[in-house]
């Protein structure tokens, strides 16, 4: 599993998102209340991006007229067809047994942890200072 670099976290501050392409795979990273969740950017039901659908919460009914919502922000309603997919999972709410948008684990990592290397090289004394959004492959 190869590891990408993503960005600086200040980049993506929570409640953005941002799409990518990693070895020809359209890759979307979403921020969400701080956590980070990557899909594959392509819906599977007919392959609309994912990325430009909203992201809204799970409702869900014990008695008729009774709607209580949960997951608030970790559901992604596809913007061509409304099919929904957990970010956290990518399953489908619409045919869970059938669809799922594929995830990708996603870790924040501070820069000294990526340079790390066998490295022979000429040095300049650098600090690192921001933590990076990475997207494990």
């Not at 993506?12 to 969740?37: A, Q, W, Y």
């Not at 799970?58 to 067809?81: M, V």
């Not at 399953?91 to 990592?109: G, I, L, T």
Request: hydrophobic residues 35%; proline residues 8%.
């Amino acid at each position: 599993m190869a590891r990408h670099v993503i960005a600086p976290v200040d980049e993506l501050p929570p409640g953005s998102r941002k799409s990518i392409e990693i070895d020809g795979r359209p890759i979307v990273v979403f921020n969400v209340k701080g956590e980070f969740f990557g899909l594959l950017n392509r819906c599977p039901h007919q392959g609309a991006a994912l990325c430009e659908g909203p992201l809204i919460g799970l409702a869900s009914s014990t008695d008729p007229g009774e709607i209580e919502y949960t997951k608030l922000g970790e559901i992604l309603r596809c913007p061509w067809h409304g099919w929904e997919f957990d970010i956290r999972t990518g399953q489908s709410y619409c045919d869970p047994r059938r669809f799922r948008a594929r995830a990708y684990p996603v870790n924040v990592e501070a820069g000294t942890n990526l340079v790390k290397g066998p490295y022979v090289a000429e040095t300049v004394k650098v600090a690192v200072e921001s933590n990076y959004v990475v997207v494990d492959l």
